[in-house]
């Protein structure tokens, strides 16, 4: 049972995102129903750590098994989603350890089947953009990693 749940002010998710890097690019996921790629991640299952929840998504997405290298950033977003649903939204955002079996991956890489299915693309976190990119502070934090942990609040009025 993932960690999300709904209140008559909106919805909360719980959950972990990857950072999967290759030099300035970033391996980001996509919804054809929705205008900005995310990050390769989801909810974390109840009764499920942190670790094993971002390795269990990274797997299900890129069909990889992956290493956590450490934990980058915590994300509290609060914002109202294309179809005016309010969300607070935590994330823990960990950086993976890139293999050669990820760094195969192709842009178009289908994450599941069928019509609406997500799909992977390599992103260039130092250029300009006609797409949004989500978490949007990840063209600014990924081009000046640190080894630090950052807990950044995001909110969309």
Partial sequence: MDCT???NEGKFNFRVGAIIRNGNKVLMARNPKYSSFYSVGGRVM??????????????EETS???????????????FTNEEGQRY???SIYFYIKVTDELLKIKNGHLTNEGPDG????WIEIDKEHDFK???EFFKEELLNCSDNI???VTIDE
């Fill in 46 to 59: 109840l009764n499920e750590t942190l670790e094993n929840a971002v390795l269990r998504e990274v797997k």
């Fill in 150 to 152: 950052k807990h950044i």
């Fill in 133 to 135: 990119v989500f978490p």
């Fill in 118 to 121: 997500e799909y992977l693309q």
């Fill in 5 to 7: 749940f709904v209140t």
């Fill in 64 to 78: 990889v098994s992956t290493e956590i290298d450490r934990m980058g950033f915590i994300h509290e977003c609060f």
């Fill in 88 to 90: 607070h939204e935590i």
